[in-house]
């Protein structure tokens, strides 16, 4: 080449504007941000796809002017990465970019509709997107290859996808917990057999936390808030990440914490549960104790507010139905005083008037002296049926054993059959979790009844005792005691109180004391004999044949009819009280 030409090729070259590109650099997880950090800041992966895409602008004599690192975003889209949107912002904006690079298709697009709408956003404002590790050339045939490798990334995306799905699926269905440690466990990894385990163990500095929360909320004592306190001021906090340090935990995050059956020693993917292989922290009973608890708090209108009472949440109103709540106010020559106004008022559909706090507490310790009452002599009868009906009934037979061992079989296997079931994407989850947790329900049922034969019972007797010790002086108990007990007796007795112009018209009783109180229902009928109407509204629920069996004059009778049909659940020991009728109305 002769050096006249050779200096027209350097002329013209000079001559050309240079091309201005930008880098978008992204690796999908924060581990491979964190890959030989101490070499590089951005990790060891960001690092190589920059030093290619440096040599990719060298070799097509394009000058780099910026670059955009996306940090361990694995957002199968675009529209779901930050510095991807600013970066499209930007170009749309200052027009000064020519190219923008990247190290390979399927580093920036998990999918061929992001790839292609990217290309056509790109083209309008006159920008080429470039590959570093793939040169498919120009024309129609390289956008061909362009499109089929789009196709084949999204391909691989979605069969890796669902490859992970049976690899956790199949770890969870061995007990493995996925994903990060919940706060008192740590991740670990284990040497077995030469090769790393990835492994669950007990967080030492807050494992011991956990069963702390859990028993002193079930003591009913504490509200969310309060125990969260008390955990602080303990010394509880949240473990420390690569985004936050460690703080104290949430009141929703410990709500969430108090719901989580991960501490009983399951572990749930896509709905179902598995039972782990990690440690326990807490007790099915304790478990059952704290929902019981956090199921009242949401539901029965106890809620904490700074002005408390012991009769707020059992008291209702007798026209509307609503919940009464307490309201604060300023008199106008000082002083405060609060009273008992209905919700429905605020609503526009009630009309009960203001009642205050003074006379609500005078109307519901009058209300005990006469709606709750059990003479003496009815109290030894009960006692004596109860005593005998666990005596009667206090060791289970070898065949009902046997039976429950097979039952056992059975339900284990099918528990089997339904988790490989689950395993596979093809079955509907919500079927199978519901088949599953009926098994297990009724295996613990079967469990609880083979373990506890014998001290079931004397729970149950236990808690009829303790009943008819309530009842035996109630309104002394409840004059006689503070705000504490107070609580405690109203909450044991009511489930609600409805109020009507200051005084209490009626009531709804809580276990078992509606049981108690329909028994001498029933038994008063055997007595006095039926009415048309009483009859016709216990043979709507109960057959003939069994209703004239259990009327008739015995005392687990008369408690065997009054628990038909209310979804009762506890043993039935007990019967004809003779009780005082309990009131539904003054």
């Given at each position: 080449?002769?050096?006249a ?6 002329r013209?070259?000079?001559a ?44 097509a ?30 170009i749309?904006?200052?027009r ?29 404002l ?34 890796s ?20 440690a919940k ?20 967080d ?19 509200t ?25 935990i ?14 009983l ?6 709905t ?19 929902q ?14 700074s ?36 919700r ?24 005990y ?10 109290l ?5 049926g109860?005593?005998?009906a666990v005596?009667?009934?206090?060791e ?17 296997r ?24 009926g ?7 079967i ?20 009943a ?11 004059e ?6 107070r ?31 329909q ?39 008369s ?19 003779r ?8």
């Amino acid at each position: 080449m002769s050096e006249a030409s050779l200096n027209t090729r350097v002329r013209d070259a000079a001559a050309m504007p240079v091309k201005r590109a930008i880098l978008y650099l992204r690796v999908s997880s924060k581990r491979q941000m964190d890959t030989d950090a101490d070499l590089d800041p951005d990790g060891n992966s960001i690092d190589t796809q920059r030093k290619v895409c440096h040599e990719k602008a060298r070799q097509a004599g394009m000058v780099i002017i910026d670059e955009y690192v996306e940090p361990g975003n694995s957002a199968q889209t675009i529209a779901k990465r930050p510095v991807f949107r600013e970066m499209m912002q930007r170009i749309n904006e200052q027009r000064d970019v020519d190219c923008v690079i990247i190290y390979m298709r399927s580093r920036a697009f998990r999918n061929y509709v992001d790839a292609g709408n990217t290309k056509l956003a790109l083209q309008k404002l006159g920008v080429k997107l470039v590959s570093a590790k793939e040169d498919f050339g120009e024309g129609i045939m390289a956008e061909a290859m362009e499109a089929v490798t789009d196709v084949f990334n999204w391909l691989q995306v979605r069969m890796s996808g669902e490859d992970i799905k049976i690899k956790m699926a199949n770890k969870a269905r061995n007990g493995g917990t996925i994903g990060r440690a919940k706060v008192g466990y740590l991740n670990q990894k284990k040497l077995i057999d030469g090769r790393k385990v990835n492994t669950i163990a007990l967080d030492p500095d807050r494992a011991h936390y956990i069963p702390m929360a859990f028993e002193l909320f079930a003591t009913g004592q504490e509200t969310v808030t309060s125990l969260r306190d008390k955990l602080i001021s303990a010394g509880f906090r949240m473990p420390a990440t690569a985004k936050k340090p460690s703080a104290p935990i949430s009141i929703e995050r410990l709500r969430l914490l108090l719901r989580d059956r991960y501490y009983l020693g399951y572990v749930t993917y896509e709905t179902i549960e598995y039972k782990g292989r990690h440690e326990p922290l807490i007790s099915e009973e304790l478990f059952d104790r704290v929902q019981r608890i956090l199921d009242s708090h949401s539901g029965s209108g106890a809620r904490h507010r700074s002005h408390n009472h012991y009769l707020k949440g059992v008291l209702w109103c007798g026209r509307c139905k609503y919940r009464l709540i307490v309201q604060r106010a300023v008199g106008r020559q000082g002083g405060e005083y609060y009273y008992f106004f209905c919700r429905g008022r605020q609503e526009g559909v009630c009309d009960l008037p203001f009642m205050p706090v003074e006379v609500m507490e005078d109307a519901v310790a009058g209300y005990y002296g006469h709606a709750v009452t059990l003479p003496a002599e009815y109290l030894a009868q009960v006692r004596a049926g109860v005593d005998e009906a666990v005596s009667d009934h206090h060791e289970l037979s070898d065949a009902l054993r046997e039976q429950y061992a097979k039952r056992l079989d059975a339900l284990d296997r099918k528990e089997s059959y339904f988790l490989d079931l689950a395993a596979d994407e093809g079955w509907p989850k919500d079927k199978l979790r519901a088949k599953i947790t009926g098994i297990r329900v009724e295996r613990k049922d079967i469990e609880e009844t083979l373990a506890q034969a014998e001290q079931h019972l004397d729970r149950g007797r236990a808690v009829f005792h303790d009943a008819l010790a309530l009842l035996e002086a109630p309104q002394a108990a409840y004059e006689h005691g503070d705000e504490a007990v107070r609580s405690i007796l109203n909450k044991a007795f009511f489930t609600r109180l409805y109020v009507d112009g200051g005084k209490i018209v009626g009531h709804e009783l809580n276990e078992p004391f509606d049981v108690l109180a329909q028994a001498y229902h029933v038994s008063t009928i055997n007595r006095t004999g039926t009415t048309v109407a009483e009859r016709q509204t216990y043979e709507s629920a109960v057959p003939t044949a069994e209703y004239d069996a259990l009327t008739r004059d015995s005392v687990t009778g008369s408690l065997a009819l009054s628990s038909w049909g209310q979804g009762w659940s506890k043993p039935v020991m007990v019967g004809d009280t003779r009780i005082e009728p309990v009131t539904s109305s003054v």
